[in-house]
């Protein structure tokens, strides 16, 4: 196992599951769950608009910095790693509301959000690798340096590995805990009926957010009609799963 390959191992991939060279290294276990969440804003790559997430996500959640990727092909990523393997609605609650929260001008077919095998798109793979039908290279890169990618987000050669690891070094893992705390926090607005002013969906006591259990916030998912369908079913299938 090379450097990369531990990196790999530390901060994306489920226990049991370990990178062999040459192969690409899968992202969920046995049970479907993952460790490597990923939010991809693409045709075209705005790097700008992501930058917000990735700042927002340190400065106002007080959270680990994500990964920053190119894609080899037509977008931005950041790959956030945690610590626990988590089932695919939960992983998927946190992208949704990051997203609605930071994105919500950003068109639907624009963004990936992606945890586990749960995206109903072809699934994106750890960088580095090699997009076949580009030839060019997802990557990651350093903060100061995503801007250089603005309008080629791809490398046309193989980043080295140690390099690459390099730049995963550094990062921490998101706690279970912490991120279901962070998805209550960024619970949607709601416009009240009688003011034009956004209200908070959650009560007026400033900390029953973060004391939102999972299964509340799942619930509340799974009845809210605003909520695409494919993350319905997805918050119906944990509900069922944690009630047996």
Known sequence: MNRLHAQWQRLFLAPGLSPQDGQTPPLTDAQGRTRALLLELARPADWRALAGVWQAV??????????IAVSGSEG???????????????????????????????????????????????????????????GQWSAFVSPDLAPVFADTPWLDVA?????????????????????????ARLAPLHLDSESTEPRAAAPADPGAAARQTPQAFLSEVMNDASVPLALRIEAAKALLAHSR
């Open 58 to 67: 340190q400065q106002e959640l007080g959270l680990p910095a994500p990964a």
């Open 76 to 134: 931005f990523q950041l790959w956030f790693a945690l610590a626990e393997p988590v089932e695919p609605a939960t992983g998927l609650a946190f992208l949704q509301a990051l997203s609605q929260r930071y994105l919500p001008d950003v068109a639907p077919r624009r963004l990936r959000l992606q945890a586990g095998a749960s995206s109903d798109t072809a699934l994106a793979t750890l960088p580095p690798q090699l997009q076949a039908q580009a």
């Open 159 to 183: 980043p080295g590995a140690d390099g690459q690891a390099d730049l995963l070094a550094g990062l921490r893992c998101l706690s279970t805990e912490d991120l279901r705390e962070a998805t």
